[in-house]
Every structure is written in structure tokens, then in C-alpha cells.
């Protein structure tokens, strides 16, 4: 329960969304298994390059020491919690019923090496509850509430998976997508993630700890200027007054972080994606268009000062 040292704090920024307590069988230590954590989830009809991939991902995180969380169903969720399990990593499953009522039948014996392993399963709802579309749904924000990343495989263009990630971009936690075939309905909903910019491309384990470990841009630029060769970038702030967006948590950020280079948004789009109310969004804007960092287009608005290469406006819809 909220305030037993087990409690994973993070799950505290769904305010009042936030469940009331966890049922936990296997490890209950869910502060430690969420402290750095990677949500892997897509669709349960996956093809074998969806399972390919979770699978991989599913390895190659539990490799780099971080827990991999997911929902225990067919496809996407089973193959990254086998992954885990193959290279002795930890896992958690979050369930749609109660504990003592984990599903589908058939990821029984997996579901059941998740605990023997030293991870374990999770459920809002108390034992004894069955599994529903409903309670699906509700399992999805937890999932984006644990974990500290959200990747998506493979979703089509409706499908839970979506939900999944768009919770977890209103926490503000980074969102990966898989590209897949162009052709193929499954990957539909994750090239929509990334056309619409609301996640980022990855395609290996490494990528997706670059979510949760993003590169120290400061360090880099001691590199090059330690070997004498290229241009040095001044750490951010250096050299200019304190911009609108320099503190992290302040609506100005939130604002900009919710938008594109490329593809201009209205304010309701802005404020649904940065959590804020659309009256804060147009006073945040206001000051980034001040400091450069907003440019508006047609009565929407996208990032930057300076039009794109190639010249002309940005279309709003683009």
C-alpha cells in the first residue's frame, strides 16, 4: 500500500488515478524492481518479427539490469517476459484479475517461472476477481505508472498497447516505438506514434536504456574539446540568461517538450500532451515565442524559431 517502503513511489504521479493498493505474489519489493524499468507491450496477435523483437528487447534489457514489465498476454507480453527470463533477469507482470487468477491459460507455466525466478506478478484487483475488457484497460495505466520507459512493439492502429503509451506520455515518461513493414497492419499503430511525434525510434535493447540513461550532452562536448578536434557546444544555459524552459518541471518545459519541429499542434493538443490546462499552455507559449523556442504557424504552434530547411511554412497538419 502506498507508504510501505515496498511501494513503488512512481506509481504516485497518477494522482488520483493512482491504484489504492497492489495484491503482489513473488518479489514484493516493487520500489526496487520499478527503480529502473523499461514497460515492453504490443499487440497479442503479434507476427514472429513482433515476438523476434520482444523477445530481444526482453533479453537485452534484463542483460543491462533492468527490469522488464509488461502484462503477461499472448504475443508481444509473453515474448519480452521470456526474454527476461532466459538470461536469469527480473520481470513483472501486471494482471488484468487477481493473483490467484492469472491469464490466458496458456502463459501459465511462464507466468508461474516469473515468481520462481525472483520476479513477480501484480494485480490492482483483489484475488478471486476474474480478468475483464474493463479491468484490461485499467491494468494498462499502471504499467505506464511503474514503469520508468514505455516501448511498443507492435500495435495495430487500435489497440491497448496505444493506451499503454499514451499514459505514459502524459506522465511524461519517454515512449519508444518498433518500426515495422510498411505494409504490415501490425506495426500500424506504432509508425502513428512516431509520425505523430509522441515517441521516438528504437530497435534495440541499447536504444531503450537511452531512454532511461539519455546521453550526458555536457560530457560529450568535454570529450571533443579534450581531443582538440571539432567544435565545442557550450552546456546548456551557458553564456545567456535563464530561458522560460530551463527548469525541468515548469509548464514552460512541459509545453515545449510537447512539441514538434516539424508538425504544428493546437493548444488542445498541447495541453493534453503536456497535462497542463490549456490557459497555462497559452501563457507558456507566450513566453517561448518570447525566448525563440515557439513559433506560431496558422494558429497552431510547433518547437523552434526558425522555419525548417527548404523554406516556406509549416503546414499545420504536417
Same mark, same amino acid.
Given at each position: ?18 491504484? %489504492? ?78 493473483? &490467484? ?70 506522465? %511524461? ?22 509520425? &505523430? ?18 546521453? &550526458? ?72 515565442? %518570447? ?28
Amino acid at each position: 500500500m502506498p507508504g510501505d517502503p515496498a511501494w513503488p513511489r512512481a506509481l504516485d504521479d497518477l494522482g488520483p488515478a493512482a491504484p %489504492l493498493c497492489l495484491w503482489v505474489r513473488g518479489d514484493p519489493d516493487l520500489a526496487g524492481a520499478a527503480a529502473r524499468s523499461a514497460a515492453v507491450v504490443g499487440a497479442r496477435a503479434a507476427t514472429a518479427y513482433g515476438e523476434r523483437v520482444a523477445g530481444d528487447l526482453g533479453a537485452g534489457l534484463a542483460d543491462r539490469g533492468v527490469t522488464v514489465v509488461s502484462g503477461g498476454a499472448f504475443g508481444v507480453d509473453v515474448a519480452a517476459h521470456r526474454g527476461a527470463l532466459a538470461v536469469g533477469g527480473q520481470t513483472v507482470a501486471l494482471l488484468a484479475g487477481g493473483i &490467484d487468477r492469472p491469464s490466458p491459460a496458456g502463459n501459465l507455466a511462464v507466468l508461474e517461472r516469473i515468481v520462481d525466478a525472483g520476479g513477480a506478478l501484480v494485480a490492482e484487483s483483489p484475488p478471486g476477481t476474474p480478468p475483464s475488457r474493463a479491468r484490461f484497460l485499467q491494468r494498462n495505466r499502471v504499467i505506464a505508472g511503474l514503469a520508468r520507459a514505455t516501448v511498443v512493439v507492435e500495435a495495430a492502429w487500435r489497440s491497448g498497447a496505444l493506451s499503454t503509451a499514451a499514459r505514459a506520455g502524459e506522465l %511524461l515518461r519517454p515512449v519508444g516505438a518498433v518500426p515495422g513493414p510498411v505494409t504490415s497492419v501490425a506495426s500500424a499503430g506504432c509508425h502513428r506514434l512516431l509520425r &505523430d511525434g509522441a515517441a521516438v525510434c528504437v530497435t534495440d535493447a541499447a536504444e531503450v536504456v537511452e531512454l532511461l540513461d539519455p546521453p &550526458d550532452a555536457g560530457g560529450e562536448a568535454d570529450g571533443r574539446a579534450a581531443s582538440g578536434s571539432g567544435s565545442v557546444l557550450e552546456p546548456s544555459g551557458a553564456g545567456r540568461p535563464p530561458g522560460p524552459a530551463d527548469r525541468s518541471d515548469s509548464p514552460a518545459a512541459r509545453t515545449l517538450d510537447a512539441l514538434d519541429r516539424r508538425r504544428a499542434r493546437t493548444v488542445a493538443e498541447v495541453a493534453r500532451r503536456s497535462g497542463l490546462g490549456e490557459g497555462e499552455v497559452v501563457a507558456a507559449l507566450g513566453l517561448l515565442e %518570447l525566448a525563440g523556442d515557439a513559433t506560431p504557424v496558422a494558429g497552431r504552434w510547433r518547437r523552434g524559431g526558425e522555419p525548417p530547411r527548404g523554406g516556406g511554412a509549416v503546414a499545420p497538419g504536417w
